[in-house]
């Protein structure tokens, strides 16, 4: 194949066949001494000359330099043939041996080696080609003639009979010169379609290196997640065996305090019942005297005076002072827990909510601020604020905290209204007309609810959510430096609803909308 294509490059592209004498113009395109001789010989009358190649004029008819150098390397190409494997075509006329071909006659419709070659007419009826076994695909198969010719209009390859007939009024053009005007299109295209690739592959590229990212980042995620999850049930377990321990200790002391007080109440019940006998006893006798005569009479016939009820009471007083199970212990465990969620918040989230406050400053004068700093309320009031450059013209608040790294989170309470916006936007945000609310411009982000209608926006892009939100709280969550921005409805379970991914240049404010009713900034 290699051969073959150097071989290709050897031919005259006037005559398309392989250099006879090779001639070079100034510009340095080669040509046959024969056939640039007649092309000049057809623009002697037109008084300027040109390259057939690339069109370079001359004034005077251009010298014919000789090109030895190609002249030499043709005549060593030539004198190699290439292999049967190369082309797969033997000479038709060499019929002792099979000799490889390296032309074939279009005309002759036969193939040629390279001595059959040097002997065949070189007359313009015989065209010359790479070897081919099909030559009938190249001649027309209404006129059996040769294929000489391209009509554009009905992008065909027609023969001369063709020409003049079904095609007469076509604009035609010689094949050579349909195949040279073609390769040129067709450069183009490659060109386009290389610089299309570039730039697909630039985008692969890109687009890989940020799946690596994301890989990465999950994978960082999951061991973070892993580690906190582990940590939380070791805490838990600890927490468990204490609060257990704890019980049992105390059930334990609470156990021998009873038994033994049993114990006692066991041995006063035998003796209160020997006692009982005993009387019964005496109440059985006839014999007055015996009764009389009886000692500890008088404290066996009046068990209400003496110490009975002293003794009681002091049974009392000791059932009393045993210890019941400690409830407070169950109350520390659940504020242990609350410690371990808390810990749990800071190993997610880096900074506390709770300073997030919004900026009288900034809110505009039909917004109503809580002397709190949480709730901002419509209003049909002007509130009569000094009009400054940090105050909004419409319905808007921010933040008086602003955020520049670390994970974030708070949530939004929305009452009685169905025109509102929460998100966060970057100090430079514009305070006046309507490119100054959150989502409309480059520097803000927001979730948006209008009439029953919910989406999202940034940059004056809205994207509208699929589903409606039912709850009246929605979650934000910042992750300044991945370039996060995520909104969630506070449902059970929480709910997705979208995630803005940006590269973060300024500071951030919390910022919220409202057009009748309020909205709260909550957290837990």
Not at 180 to 198: A, D, G, I, P
Not at 425 to 442: A, H, L
């Amino acid at each position: 194949m290699a051969f073959a294509a150097v071989r290709g490059d050897l031919d005259c592209s006037i005559c398309l066949i392989t250099y006879t004498d090779p001639v070079m113009l100034r510009c340095g395109h080669n040509f046959c001494r024969l056939c640039i001789g007649r092309v000049l010989d057809t623009q002697d009358g037109a008084g300027v000359y040109s390259c057939p190649e690339c069109r370079e004029e001359y004034q005077e008819r251009p010298a014919l330099m000789r090109d030895i150098a190609l002249r030499n390397l043709m005549e060593n190409i030539l004198l190699t043939p290439p292999t049967p494997t190369e082309t797969g075509i033997c000479c038709t006329y060499c019929v002792d041996s099979a000799v490889p071909a390296v032309r074939s006659c279009l005309h002759c419709e036969a193939s040629l080696c390279d001595k059959h070659l040097r002997a065949h007419s070189k007359s313009p009826e015989h065209v010359l080609s790479e070897p081919g076994t099909s030559l009938e695909k190249r001649k027309c198969s209404v006129h059996k003639k040769m294929l000489e010719y391209y009509c554009p209009e009905d992008a065909a390859c027609i023969c001369v009979y063709c020409a003049a007939g079904e095609h007469r009024g076509h604009r035609v053009e010689m094949l050579h010169e349909a195949f040279r005007n073609n390769k040129k299109k067709l450069r183009n295209v490659l060109q386009k379609l290389m610089t299309k690739r570039e730039k697909t592959e630039e985008r692969v590229q890109r687009v890989e290196e940020r799946w690596r990212k994301a890989q990465e980042k999950a994978a960082r995620e999951a061991e973070r997640v892993t580690a906190l999850f582990t940590d939380i049930r070791r805490q838990l377990d600890d927490l468990e065996k204490r609060v257990l321990s704890e019980i049992s200790r105390q059930e334990e002391r609470e156990s021998l305090s009873l038994s033994a007080l049993i114990h006692q109440l066991e041995l006063k019940k035998d003796e209160l019942s020997r006692k009982m006998r005993h009387i019964e006893e005496l109440c059985k006798m006839a014999d007055p005297l015996t009764v009389l005569q009886e000692p500890d009479t008088g404290d066996l016939c009046d068990p209400e005076e003496g110490g009975g009820d002293e003794d009681t009471g002091g049974h009392d007083r000791q059932l009393h002072d045993v210890d019941d199970l400690d409830v407070a212990v169950i109350s520390d465990t659940f504020r242990t827990l609350c410690d371990i969620i808390s810990g749990i918040r800071s190993g997610i989230y880096e900074e506390d909510p709770t300073a997030i406050l919004l900026d009288v400053n900034t809110a505009a004068n039909n917004l109503l601020i809580s002397d709190d700093l949480k709730t901002a309320t419509w209003i049909n009031k002007n509130q009569n604020r000094p009009e400054t450059s940090e105050r909004f013209q419409y319905y808007q608040v921010m933040s008086s905290r602003r955020f520049s790294s670390g994970r974030h989170y708070w949530d939004v309470e929305i009452s009685s209204t169905r025109y509102w916006r929460v998100g966060m936007c970057y100090s430079s945000i514009d305070r006046r007309g309507g490119q100054s609310y959150i989502g409309y411009n480059n520097k803000s982000w927001s979730l948006r609810r209008y009439n029953s209608k919910y989406s999202v926006m940034h940059d004056n892009k809205e994207v509208l959510l699929p589903d409606s939100i039912f709850s009246d709280r929605v979650r934000i969550c910042l992750d300044y430096k991945a370039g996060q921005l995520s909104f969630y409805e506070l449902c059970d379970p929480i709910r997705h609803l979208h995630t803005f991914t940006a590269t973060f240049t300024e500071p951030l404010h919390a910022a919220v909308s409202v057009n009748e009713g309020h909205i709260s900034i909550k957290w837990e």
